[in-house]
């Protein structure tokens, strides 16, 4: 039986072969070019549910056809690509398989020029045409052979491709492929950005902003106890020092026309006049321990210090020190009870023993409540609050080992916060954006950091923005990225 295995596996493993379309070699993969699109096909709108597509047509138009342009020389120009803003202020982009790109607003914002930009969009068509996503889920099935030969044999089962290739890619897909899937996708993007006429040394560029951004980030998450997130794309290193970098960007120079097209720096800036930066309005606007919602009418506060996370399904508030953290989501009312009855029957919380609350005049309820696996179990708070035809839902819990009591009053505190806006609070709801300046005589970004509205160090992101960080300062003349 064993010896059948082996012959069977052999026999599968070379069936898998497939050619792939940048090296022109026959290589296994166990998932085909149907496949492939399919499940692109089929991930693409819950993307878009998860981040949202970012409201402006002409943007959307115009990254559109800097993607369209590089994936007409690509190696796998026959498929039909789609490159969308998505509404994150995280500094990423991506690619599913079968040719959906993404990138974010968050991720523009820091840019400087369409090459730039053709740099990141060219970087990612690289990952769909040398079908990284593929190699990626073929090295992780084929270490697990017999879950691929029931998958083959056992009618039915083929379709668990489909619905578990994201838990294998996707790590992948949104943190990057490794070191040598990177290098190769920089290599394919430097090629076809030579081939449509930008410089390819754009992509050093690109990654010289999102390497001093990485660092500023890493400085800020260090400072508050918590993880960096950078783009995935970012080399370990320095990218002016990565000798495998400098190789691949002065090899595709060579495919580049004698005299390459000006690099659209003000053609991109004036895209990028009005973008939203930070927090969108229908996403809500954080506003230091303050959170306002325009669309959904309503703020409140959580204690000084702490820090919010804003997430497409939930607002996340983390105490100094990591102490205490809390939630707030929402979910749809659709019959007539109290916010204790919701508690009990949509919640699930047995005959919480807590208090009635109106912060505002709202009807609402808080209990105290375990929270937490049966192996973690910790006194917690849960609040439920029915505003309009929403019930917001406030739960937290002290940090094992944490003052649970400080905690407990903090998230009532919290709790009892919450009103619909004010009208002194309208403007508070609305989002910061980009805006152009010209630089005049004696402009330094410390003396330009004091009208902004940006939080935390402004003068460290205007020059992360304007590409001067750490130390730098605007010549007079220069187009600047400011924050209004």
Same mark, same amino acid.
């Given at each position: 039986?064993?010896?059948?295995?082996?012959?069977?596996?052999?026999?599968?493993?070379?069936?898998?072969?497939?050619?792939?379309?940048?090296?022109?070699?026959?290589?296994?993969?166990?998932?085909?070019?149907?496949?492939?699109?399919?499940?692109?096909?089929?991930?693409?709108?819950?993307?878009?549910?998860?981040?949202?597509?970012?409201?402006?047509?002409?943007?959307?138009?115009?990254?559109?056809?800097?993607?369209?342009?590089?994936?007409?020389?690509?190696?796998?120009?026959?498929?039909?690509?789609?490159?969308?803003?998505?509404?994150?202020?995280?500094?990423?982009?991506?690619?599913?398989?079968?040719?959906?790109?993404?990138?974010?607003?968050?991720?523009?914002?820091?840019?400087?020029?369409?090459?730039?930009?053709?740099?990141?969009?060219?970087?990612?068509?690289?990952?769909?045409?040398?079908?990284?996503?593929?190699?990626?889920?073929t090295a992780a099935t084929a270490a697990q052979l017999g879950?691929?030969?029931?998958?083959?044999?056992?009618?039915?089962?083929g379709n668990n491709v489909a619905q578990n290739v994201m838990?294998?890619?996707?790590?992948?897909?949104?943190?990057?492929?490794?070191?040598?899937?990177?290098?190769?996708?920089?290599?394919?993007?430097?090629?076809?950005?030579?081939?449509?006429?930008?410089?390819?040394?754009?992509?050093?560029?690109?990654?010289?902003?999102?390497?001093?951004?990485?660092?500023?980030?890493?400085?800020?998450?260090?400072?508050?106890?918590?993880?960096?997130?950078?783009?995935?794309?970012?080399?370990?290193?320095?990218?002016?020092?990565? /000798?495998?970098?400098?190789?691949?960007?002065?090899?595709?120079?060579?495919?580049?026309?004698?005299?390459?097209?000006?690099?659209?720096?003000?053609?991109?800036?004036?895209?990028?006049?009005?973008?939203?930066?930070?927090?969108?309005?229908?996403?809500?606007?954080?506003?230091?321990?303050?959170?306002?919602?325009?669309?959904?009418?309503?703020?409140?506060?959580?204690?000084?210090?702490?820090?919010?996370?804003?997430?497409?399904?939930?607002?996340?508030?983390?105490?100094?020190?990591?102490?205490?953290?809390?939630?707030?989501?929402?979910?749809?009312?659709?019959?007539?009870? /109290?916010?204790?009855?919701?508690?009990?029957?949509?919640?699930?919380?047995?005959?919480?023993?807590?208090?009635?609350?109106?912060?505002?005049?709202?009807?609402?309820? /808080?209990?105290?409540?375990?929270?937490?696996?049966?192996?973690?179990?910790?006194?917690?708070?849960?609040?439920?609050?029915?505003?309009?035809?929403?019930?917001?839902?406030?739960?937290?819990?002290?940090?094992?080992?944490?003052?649970?009591?400080?905690?407990?009053?903090?998230?009532?505190?919290?709790?009892?916060?919450?009103?619909?806006?004010?009208?002194?609070?309208?403007?508070?709801?609305?989002?910061?954006?980009?805006?152009?300046?010209?630089?005049?005589?004696?402009?330094?970004?410390?003396?330009?950091?004091?009208?902004?509205?940006?939080?935390?160090?402004?003068?460290?992101?205007?020059?992360?923005?304007?590409?001067?960080?750490? /130390?730098?300062?605007?010549?007079?003349?220069?187009?600047?990225?400011?924050?209004?």
């Amino acid at each position: 039986m064993r010896k059948l295995l082996a012959s069977i596996s052999v026999a599968v493993l070379l069936a898998a072969c497939a050619t792939n379309p940048v090296s022109g070699r026959r290589e296994m993969a166990l998932m085909s070019e149907q496949q492939e699109l399919a499940i692109g096909r089929d991930m693409h709108p819950k993307v878009l549910q998860a981040y949202g597509e970012y409201d402006d047509p002409a943007l959307q138009a115009y990254v559109r056809g800097v993607g369209e342009k590089l994936a007409a020389v690509s190696h796998r120009a026959n498929l039909i690509y789609r490159f969308t803003v998505v509404d994150s202020t995280d500094i990423n982009a991506f690619a599913l398989p079968g040719g959906y790109i993404y990138i974010t607003r968050g991720l523009l914002a820091y840019m400087s020029s369409e090459a730039e930009l053709a740099g990141v969009l060219g970087h990612e068509i690289g990952h769909v045409t040398a079908r990284h996503a593929v190699r990626q889920y073929t090295a992780a099935t084929a270490a697990q052979l017999g879950m691929t030969l029931g998958s083959i044999f056992v009618p039915g089962l083929g379709n668990n491709v489909a619905q578990n290739v994201m838990g294998v890619l996707g790590q992948a897909t949104l943190s990057g492929y490794g070191r040598e899937h990177e290098l190769e996708s920089d290599s394919l993007g430097a090629e076809y950005l030579a081939q449509a006429g930008y410089d390819p040394q754009a992509i050093l560029g690109v990654l010289r902003t999102l390497k001093a951004q990485g660092d500023y980030a890493t400085a800020q998450a260090k400072a508050e106890g918590r993880e960096p997130q950078a783009y995935h794309g970012l080399f370990a290193s320095h990218p002016d020092e990565d /000798t495998r970098l400098k190789e691949v960007l002065t090899k595709a120079s060579f495919l580049a026309p004698d005299t390459p097209a000006d690099d659209g720096r003000e053609r991109f800036q004036k895209r990028l006049d009005g973008l939203v930066f930070g927090d969108s309005a229908v996403q809500g606007i954080r506003r230091e321990n303050r959170f306002y919602h325009g669309p959904l009418d309503f703020a409140l506060e959580f204690p000084p210090g702490w820090r919010l996370q804003n997430q497409p399904d939930r607002l996340l508030a983390i105490a100094p020190g990591g102490s205490a953290q809390a939630q707030l989501t929402s979910q749809d009312l659709n019959q007539r009870e /109290t916010p204790r009855e919701f508690m009990i029957r949509r919640l699930g919380i047995r005959n919480p023993a807590g208090q009635e609350i109106s912060p505002a005049g709202l009807p609402g309820y /808080t209990a105290n409540v375990q929270l937490g696996g049966a192996l973690a179990r910790r006194q917690g708070r849960v609040a439920v609050i029915f505003h309009r035809n929403q019930a917001y839902i406030l739960v937290g819990v002290a940090k094992e080992g944490g003052d649970a009591q400080a905690a407990d009053r903090a998230l009532l505190q919290t709790a009892l916060s919450f009103h619909p806006l004010r009208e002194d609070e309208r403007a508070l709801a609305k989002p910061l954006r980009l805006r152009l300046k010209t630089a005049a005589p004696g402009d330094n970004f410390a003396q330009l950091a004091k009208g902004s509205r940006l939080p935390g160090d402004a003068t460290a992101q205007l020059r992360l923005l304007n590409g001067h960080y750490p /130390t730098g300062e605007p010549a007079a003349g220069d187009t600047l990225k400011i924050v209004r």
